[in-house]
């Protein structure tokens, strides 16, 4: 029969087994905050299911120095965590670092193959340089970098403290991108952009950073004694000892501050001040590094500014004024204002200003700067003024962070890119949906409330000493506690059959988060930024019209069914088990990895995240293949959703029943749960082979006494 | 049912069926892939099978787009209603037909698994008079002229968990202000009394945490 219908039937199953294989998740907060927006979500997933190897592979194809971030990203993908609408949001820095620890991050090798003949100078060797010349190396073209100090690194090296970032670390990361082939020119300060022209390099691209510390502009500046941050702290990380006798007082209240303060404490300064002219709210410094310096015993003033110093007897006498906030101003953070007849003395030994940095470009390189003496460029193809020369970084942003110079150098290498392949830039903004929105309160309410959970670091005490890094790392089970809080936004539940969908009210009656509602047309509709895709409606949908958004969520428990299929056949032993196992809780916590190891039976596991994803007809078809027993394991108490359990067990009833009507025992479905209160499943799952090799056993026997 | 056949198709019902859990496309994967372990289990079934769901049975129509799905069958597994059955039976003539599903009752969901009958579509409504609750479905007896002696608190006696349907009818009607409608005999209806099932329930219940061993 060959009618036109059958071809519309053909072609309309065809576009349903497409549209399955489309990746149709939205954009996760967290990804669309990071400047380099790095798959957080999926590392994190991974980092939960204790797949650390995998987890590395996605930080490291995301990121160019991982190790770097790990360290001393400022995290803005925290800030738009949704799960701070719930508690407190996913420790995202802190699960990157243990990734690359427990994955093994510096073992890992970098090559690149050379491909272009187009030679490209780097001036300056800070995060956006080095990760410029890290993709122009994967672009395949020879890159060079210029670096005016001893050792690579930029801010890196010179500004940010040792105990924030270990110098190994950074090691490490240039010696891969020399290990890439990227040239590297250290005591090299390049004057004149026209001198590289001529040496043949046909793009630059201008990275010098913002290093330049701005003057207080009040009298007594110069006195001895008095130096600024910047300065202050490339003396210290380049090895330097500055002397600063009993009593250091720092100006300021951003990172660079307290920097300062808390490296002033680590030389032996007796007592250190921090001076800031507006409020803790105000405080531009990243929230945990204020609570060190606290924790260190560093004394924040607040709402004081000095106005004149002067020297005597060997010693700094500062003027301050107290200070009262008044209307925002243009940041949107209020104006402080001296309060009249309020001055007094202080006495320090050392002055450290750090009241903020700004570029200073050498003139002769003929690139236009504007406000604040950053570079002008084309935020969208980076180029200055001059043909042939780029920019980047905190030389055109101002000073900013590690990570927004990271995401500056990828672009350049990729404008780079499009400007020596005479290509058309492309705006790279293009992409997925993102997914914004609040959650609703029905929903919120329903999410478990678990405290996130704090890496380790040093006692204030310990830390006082040396330079020795602050923040300790994540055991294992922390942090796979820690990445299971991830809501897993944008990755949940749709009807991606709506053709399909009989508007039977299931999926609205089994959401443990009431997510899915009725419209007023009498459609169902699941909103994706509620959905904590915990696939409890995927696997009720009695049309089989709702889908998850992932297609690896979508296929993988058939496709480790079909991989046990092809190895069980190989394998001899017998009986056959099959479990569904939640990957979450017992692989990832390693309980279940002594499970099958020491059990009477060949038991094949079929990693699920999350036991409710299981469908009846799963079960069915591991006993098809010839299990002699099925098991599902779930992580019970452990579960970061609800109702699991509940929907686990309504399952194997139903199943058990079918197995009662066909003549299989329906002892031989099994569901374990993993408790906190005793009940140990590997002796559960131990005493269930051994039932099943009874069965086993007297069936043979059955079959003997037949014939 | 299905031994005589080698090849079966198992044909679902995207609407009715589906809303009720009975024959959409999820239950014809789990009877398809129950049938299969079946066959492995008893180890001499020969039968192959494969599935297929319709958006709807009982209209020709929509079996049209059956196409050559029926072409290699030798029989058709329906898991629609009664009539879905009888529609395939009647649009392919030389096809056996056979019923995976024997619909009891039309009902609707209370709860999510829970299905109590409302409707005997018996074409003698009396709703207007009984408060727009149906004594044929909903009693026992399925009295014109309740209650009987048989109620107790408010519940049936043939089963203490379900409520007389005519002391609803009361409650509803005083609250209508409508009780005249109870003083009212009603003659009698031309009905056989027709044993029903009333619920069926695919819940399981089940206490978490206890061992289901």
């Known amino acids: 029969?060959?009618?036109?219908?059958?071809?519309?039937?053909?072609?309309?199953?065809?576009?349903?087994?497409?549209?399955?294989?489309?990746?149709?998740?939205?954009?996760?907060?967290?990804?669309?905050?990071?400047?380099?927006?790095?798959?957080?979500?999926?590392?994190?997933?991974?980092?939960?299911?204790?797949?650390?190897?995998?987890?590395?592979?996605?930080?490291?194809?995301?990121?160019?120095?991982?190790?770097?971030?790990?360290?001393?990203?400022?995290?803005?993908?925290?800030?738009?965590?949704?799960?701070?609408?719930?508690?407190?949001?996913?420790?995202?820095?802190?699960?990157?670092?243990?990734?690359?620890?427990?994955?093994?991050?510096?073992?890992?090798?970098?090559?690149?193959?050379?491909?272009?003949?187009e030679k490209v100078a780097i001036v300056g060797s800070g995060p956006a340089g080095l990760a410029c010349a890290y993709y122009l190396r994967k672009l395949g073209y020879p890159a060079t970098v210029f670096e005016a100090h001893s050792e690579l690194g930029g801010m890196l090296r010179v500004g940010i403290p040792q105990y924030r970032l270990p110098r190994k670390v950074l090691d490490t990361e240039v010696q891969r991108l020399t290990q890439m082939g990227v040239e590297i020119r250290t005591n090299t300060?390049?004057?004149?952009?026209?001198?590289?022209?001529?040496?043949?390099?046909?793009?630059?691209?201008?990275?010098?950073?913002?290093?330049?510390?701005?003057?207080?502009?009040?009298?007594?500046?110069?006195?001895?004694?008095?130096?600024?941050?910047?300065?202050?702290?490339?003396e210290v990380n380049l090895g330097l000892k500055p002397s600063l006798g009993k009593r250091v007082a720092v100006v300021g209240g951003?990172?660079?501050?307290?920097?300062?303060?808390?490296?002033?404490?680590?030389?032996?300064?007796?007592?250190?001040?921090?001076?800031?002219?507006?409020?803790?709210?105000?405080?531009?410094?990243?929230?945990?590094?204020?609570?060190?310096?606290?924790?260190?015993?560093i004394d924040i003033r607040f709402l004081e500014a000095p106005t004149r110093i002067s020297r005597e007897n060997g010693r700094l006498s500062v003027t301050c004024v107290r200070m009262e906030l008044g209307e925002p101003d243009a940041s949107g953070r209020r104006r402080p204002t001296p309060i009249k007849d309020s001055e007094f003395h202080k006495e320090f030994d050392t002055l450290i200003t750090a009241i903020g940095q700004a570029p200073q470009t050498p003139v002769d390189f003929g690139v236009r700067t504007g406000r604040g003496s950053t570079i002008q460029v084309d935020t969208v193809t980076l180029t200055t003024n001059r043909a042939g020369v780029f920019a980047g970084g905190d030389a055109v942003t101002g000073p900013a962070t590690v990570t927004d110079a990271l995401a500056a150098g990828r672009l350049a290498a990729s404008r780079i890119d499009d400007y020596l392949q005479h290509r058309y830039p492309l705006d790279s903004k293009a992409g997925r949906e993102s997914l914004t929105g609040d959650l609703q309160p029905e929903t919120l309410e329903m999410i478990r409330k678990t405290g996130r959970l704090e890496p380790p670091i040093l006692p204030p005490g310990a830390r006082r000493r040396d330079f020795k890094a602050v923040e300790l790392i994540y055991d294992w089970e922390a942090a796979i506690n820690e990445a299971r809080r991830c809501l897993r936004c944008g990755m949940g539940a749709e009807i991606l059959f709506q053709d399909k969908c009989a508007t039977c009210l299931t999926c609205l009656r089994v959401c443990p988060?009431?997510?899915?509602?009725?419209?007023?047309?009498?459609?169902?509709?699941?909103?994706?930024?509620?959905?904590?895709?915990?696939?409890?409606?995927?696997?009720?949908?009695?049309?089989k019209a709702i889908v998850l958004r992932k297609p690896y969520d979508r296929r993988h428990i058939d496709e480790e069914l079909d991989h046990i299929l092809k190895s069980a056949a190989q394998s001899n032993f017998k009986p056959l088990i099959i479990g569904f196992c939640c990957q979450y809780g017992l692989f990832g916590t390693g309980a279940l990895a002594g499970l099958w190891r020491g059990a009477k039976a060949s038991i094949w596991i079929v990693p699920v995240l999350c036991a409710a994803k299981v469908e009846a007809d799963h079960m069915l078809r591991a006993f098809e293949m010839g299990a002699e027993g099925v098991f599902i394991a779930g992580c019970g108490e452990q579960c970061a959703r609800e109702n699991t359990d509940f929907?686990?067990?309504?399952?194997?009833?139903?199943?058990?029943?079918?197995?009662?009507?066909i003549g299989l025992e329906p002892e031989r479905l099994q569901a374990f749960v993993s408790t906190t209160n005793g009940g140990d499943p590997a002796e559960e799952l131990d005493r269930f082979a051994e039932r099943l090799g009874n069965l086993y056993l007297a069936s043979i026997v059955m079959q003997e006494v037949k014939s | 049912m299905i031994s005589p056949y080698e090849r079966v198709l198992i044909l679902g019902c995207g609407t009715c069926m589906t809303v009720c859990d009975a024959g959409g496309e999820r239950e014809v994967s789990f009877l398809h892939s129950a049938l299969r372990v079946a066959q492995a289990k008893s180890g001499n079934g020969t039968h192959t099978f494969s599935e297929y769901t319709l958006k709807r049975q009982c209209d020709p129509e929509f079996l049209d787009a059956l196409g050559d799905k029926i072409a290699d069958v030798d029989t058709v597994l329906s898991l629609g209603c009664g009539i879905g059955v009888q529609a395939v039976a009647e649009r392919f003539p030389d096809?056996?037909?056979?019923?995976?599903?024997?619909?009891?009752?039309?009902?609707?969901?209370?709860?999510?698994?829970?299905?109590?009958?409302?409707?005997?579509?018996?074409?003698?409504?009396?709703?207007?008079?009984?408060?727009?609750?149906?004594?044929?479905?909903?009693?026992?007896?399925?009295?014109?002229?309740?209650?009987?002696?048989?109620?107790?608190?408010?519940?049936?006696?043939?089963?203490?968990?379900?409520?007389?349907?005519?002391?609803?009818?009361?409650?509803?009607?005083?609250?209508?202000?409508?009780?005249?409608?109870?003083?009212?005999?009603?003659?009698?209806?031309?009905?056989r009394a027709i044993p029903r099932p009333k619920r069926i329930t695919s819940k399981t219940s089940v206490d978490v945490g206890e061992d289901n061993a």
């Open chain 1, 513 to 543: 988060y009431h997510v899915p509602y009725l419209d007023a047309s009498g459609t169902i509709q699941i909103p994706d930024d509620q959905c904590q895709a915990c696939g409890i409606c995927v696997a009720e949908c009695p049309a």
């Open chain 2, 95 to 191: 096809l056996p037909v056979l019923p995976g599903v024997n619909t009891s009752f039309m009902g609707m969901a209370n709860e999510l698994g829970v299905w109590d009958e409302r409707c005997a579509a018996c074409g003698d409504c009396r709703l207007e008079e009984t408060a727009g609750i149906c004594p044929i479905t909903r009693c026992t007896k399925g009295i014109l002229n309740g209650p009987c002696a048989g109620t107790k608190n408010g519940k049936c006696e043939a089963n203490k968990d379900m409520d007389c349907a005519w002391v609803l009818i009361y409650k509803r009607l005083e609250r209508l202000k409508q009780l005249e409608k109870m003083r009212r005999y009603y003659p009698l209806r031309n009905f």
């Open chain 1, 189 to 234: 300060r390049v004057v004149s952009l026209d001198l590289l022209f001529e040496m043949g390099y046909k793009a630059v691209f201008v990275t010098i950073g913002a290093h330049q510390s701005l003057r207080m502009e009040i009298e007594g500046e110069e006195s001895p004694g008095v130096i600024d941050g910047a300065t202050f702290l490339r």
């Open chain 1, 254 to 297: 951003g990172n660079v501050a307290i920097d300062a303060a808390r490296t002033a404490l680590r030389l032996g300064a007796h007592k250190v001040s921090i001076l800031y002219r507006r409020s803790r709210e105000e405080m531009p410094a990243d929230h945990a590094e204020v609570e060190q310096a606290l924790e260190e015993g």
């Open chain 1, 1 to 117: 029969m060959d009618s036109p219908v059958t071809d519309d039937t053909q072609d309309y199953r065809d576009r349903q087994t497409m549209k399955l294989s489309v990746d149709r998740s939205l954009m996760p907060p967290c990804q669309a905050a990071c400047p380099l927006h790095m798959e957080i979500r999926e590392y994190v997933d991974l980092v939960a299911q204790g797949r650390i190897m995998e987890a590395l592979q996605v930080i490291r194809s995301g990121n160019p120095f991982p190790s770097i971030c790990a360290y001393v990203c400022t995290h803005p993908c925290e800030d738009a965590c949704r799960r701070c609408q719930v508690d407190n949001p996913i420790a995202i820095r802190a699960l990157k670092r243990f990734a690359l620890e427990f994955g093994g991050d510096r073992m890992v090798q970098s090559e690149a193959e050379t491909t272009h003949g």
């Open chain 1, 647 to 661: 929907w686990v067990r309504q399952r194997v009833e139903k199943v058990r029943r079918i197995l009662a009507q």
